[in-house]
T-cell receptor, first 112, second 114 residues
Framework: SQTIHQWPATLVQPVGSPLSLECTVE??????LYWYRQAAGRGLQLLFY??????ISSEVPQNLSASRPQDRQFILSSKKLLLSDSGFYLC???????????FGSGTRLTVV | DAKTTQPTSMDCAEGRAANLPCNHS???????VYWYRQIHSQGPQYIIH???NNETNEMASLIITEDRKSSTLILPHATLRDTAVYYC???????????????FGKGTHLIIQP
């Protein structure tokens, strides 16, 4: 069966520090991968998606970047965090077509 | 992508059917309606999706009107664990092709009362 792993679960980082969040998927190949962010009291915002290794598309301009170094690995990064980067970050995968998304358990990031 | 409108919150008694409405009057002919739910501090969970016909699975039923301008998610026997935010989403293609994006609104906060 397919599983998605996301870590860490919680993270507190100072303003200006770098960020690296990792997401891995098991049990499937060539998944579509997604990063979402949920700010406090708000809905989920799609940040990045990837249809293959090295292929990254950004939905909104921001202080973050994403990379996909391996088929089932998706990384969210920042060189210098801002206070506004605080939020709940969720990774998801899908097989494409009409299949739904499977989300990870999320990382709650607090920038102080 | 279709804009969806849902009530901000709803209450339902435990053991009763919970009926969550969603309006999507601008949905296009090839857009599916997806439902997800998010329990506090967890990732969203897929519930069900449909295009034209009513759908049922082990979690819920989805009733789509004939004109496709609205739908209703039905949880037949609500339990306290069904308390969550429920999102009705129109599925749209992302730019660049090859992947489909889901646009989440604010959803309906369903509270199951004991």
């Amino acid at each position: 069966s397919q599983t998605i792993h996301q870590w860490p679960a919680t993270l507190v980082q100072p303003v200006g520090s770098p960020l690296s969040l990792e997401c891995t998927v098991e049990g499937t190949s060539n998944p579509n991968l997604y990063w979402y962010r949920q700010a406090a009291g708000r809905g989920l915002q799609l940040l990045f998606y990837s249809v293959g290794i090295g292929q990254i598309s950004s939905e909104v301009p921001q202080n973050l970047s994403a990379s996909r170094p391996q088929d089932r690995q998706f990384i969210l990064s920042s060189k210098k965090l801002l206070l506004s980067d605080s939020g709940f970050y969720l990774c998801a995968w899908s097989s494409g077509g009409n299949y739904g998304y499977t989300f990870g358990s999320g990382t709650r990031l607090t920038v102080v | 992508d279709a804009k969806t409108t849902q009530p901000t919150s709803m209450d339902c008694a435990e053991g009763r059917a919970a009926n969550l409405p969603c309006n999507h009057s601008t949905i296009s002919g090839n857009e599916y309606v997806y439902w997800y739910r998010q329990i506090h501090s967890q990732g969203p969970q897929y519930i069900i999706h449909g295009l034209k016909n009513n759908e049922t699975n082990e979690m819920a039923s989805l009733i789509i009107t004939e004109d496709r301008k609205s739908s209703t998610l039905i949880l037949p026997h609500a339990t306290l664990r069904d308390t969550a935010v429920y999102y009705c989403i129109g599925r749209r293609p992302l730019s660049g092709g090859g992947a489909d994006g889901l646009t989440f609104g604010k959803g309906t906060h369903l509270i199951i009362q004991p």
